[in-house]
């Protein structure tokens, strides 16, 4: 069977670029639960009971600033040891 005949199922590429896509939603929703549980989990009170961190609102310290920093944290973790170097030439299948 000729390379070009292949299916896309049959290639191991497919199964790695789905793979890290599935990685990618699994991020994206832990930064999602993250931002809402801070935001509306703290920045529920009423505005007289806020603290304050930096001047910043707590909810809004915890969400954007400390959120931010953990997403940024497990995505370069993914990249560096989830992530495969995936060649895009078609002779590259090994």
């Not at 292949?6 to 999602?32: C, H, Q, S, T």
């Not at 639960?33 to 801070?38: C, D, K, P, Q, S």
Request: glycine fraction near 8%.
């Amino acid at each position: 069977m000729k390379q070009h005949d292949k299916m896309p199922e049959d290639d191991p590429r497919y199964r790695v670029a789905n793979r890290e896509a599935l990685l990618g939603v699994g991020l994206v929703i832990i930064n999602f639960i993250l931002w809402y549980g801070f935001a509306y989990g703290i920045g529920s009170k009423p505005v007289e009971e806020y603290s304050y961190i930096w001047g910043l609102p707590a909810w809004f310290f915890y969400s954007c600033i400390i959120g931010t920093v953990i997403i940024i944290s497990l995505v370069i973790l993914a990249v560096v040891f989830l992530f495969k170097e995936v060649p895009f030439d078609e002779e590259g299948d090994e």
